[in-house]
């Protein structure tokens, strides 16, 4: 069993905004839009994790981040340390983690899907609270009917959006073209 001790860094500029990842000896631990050096720090410190600069671990994941944005990846394998999450939220987010990159599910059929006694609107709040972003897709769950729903990362729903049509679930509009 591998001992965490700390947390290496790296940003990554994408289409939708500069994106860090956080990843721990296990894996990845925490990713996000726009996060800077002194949230970092607040990070690692509640992580309990010393903060490393290591390019070696993080280099991966950045590749695979790369990738994803290039429309050359769609399944990540960077593997996850999934410490910030317990119980109910675990289950919910390994299922969105299986959710298959080009598909969306509503907030009812992943309530189905993670197995967990959470009802459809309790999955909302799992979403926004997702340590993880892009590669435990919480993009990828949309409301019941024709609306996207929610999302709290990046720009919000025009992020979300961005996203699902780069996925090619959504079609472009002639805005984005």
């Not at 591998?2 to 990842?21: C, D, I, K, R």
């Not at 919480?138 to 699902?164: D, M, N, P, Q, Y």
Request: charged fraction near 15%.
């Amino acid at each position: 069993m591998t001992t965490v001790t700390t947390v290496a860094f790296a940003e990554v500029p994408t289409p939708v905004g500069p994106f860090v990842l956080g990843i721990t000896e296990t894996g990845l631990v925490v990713s996000g839009w726009g996060a800077r050096t002194a949230s970092r720090a607040r990070l690692a410190e509640r992580l309990g994790l010393a903060e490393v600069h290591d390019a070696d671990r993080t280099a991966c994941a950045v590749a695979e981040l790369n990738a994803y944005f290039a429309g050359e990846l769609k399944v990540f394998e960077t593997p996850i340390d999934w410490r910030l999450m317990s119980g109910s939220r675990l289950q919910v987010l390994q299922a969105l983690h299986r959710v298959p990159y080009g598909t969306a599910v509503t907030y009812g059929e992943l309530a189905r899907l993670s197995g967990s006694s959470v009802p459809a609107r309790g999955i909302g709040s799992i979403m926004g609270s997702n340590p993880i972003p892009i590669i435990v897709p919480c993009h990828r769950v949309i409301a019941a009917g024709a609306g996207l729903g929610g999302f709290s990362g990046g720009e919000g729903v025009e992020t979300k959006r961005w996203l699902l049509t780069h996925e090619g679930y959504l079609q472009p509009t002639l805005l984005d073209l």
